[in-house]
Nanobody
Framework: QVQLLQSGGGSVQVGDSLRLSCVVDSTLPFGRYSVGWFRRAPGKEREFVAAISNLALTQDYTDSVKDRFIISRDNAKNTVYLQMNTLKPEDTAVYYC????????????????WGQGTQVTVSS
């Protein structure tokens, strides 16, 4: 059984930064999991944002956040972070972290456990 607890998020201005955190609580070692971040904007489908492999050797980003967002993990704290810099209004969405055993993926259907979601609102 695995549970994901998110924190962070909020309302910011264009160009500001935010950091999201996702703590993974599982009976399996945290190092078994790859973790991804997804988001759902109002009226839109859920989309992949970033993912990190179980040992942090691989990171993947959707093009719209490359060079602005950084995904990282602290395996000693069972936590994955999404540092979001130079935020834009189009980053406004509910952000979800998700975990899967094995390699990273961009497909939400590959992830078996999800966080509760956290709102990020970027105003111009």
């Amino acid at each position: 059984q695995v549970q994901l607890l998110q924190s962070g998020g909020g309302s910011v201005q264009v160009g500001d930064s935010l950091r999201l955190s996702c703590v993974v609580d599982s009976t399996l070692p945290f190092g078994r999991y790859s973790v991804g971040w997804f988001r759902r904007a109002p009226g839109k489908e859920r989309e992949f944002v970033a993912a990190i492999s179980n040992l942090a050797l691989t990171q993947d980003y959707t093009d719209s956040v490359k060079d602005r967002f950084i995904i990282s993990r602290d395996n000693a704290k069972n936590t994955v972070y999404l540092q979001m810099n130079t935020l834009k209004p189009e980053d406004t969405a509910v952000y979800y972290c998700a975990a899967k055993v094995g390699g990273i993926s961009r497909s939400g259907s590959d992830f078996g456990a999800w966080g509760q979601g956290t709102q990020v609102t970027v105003s111009s």
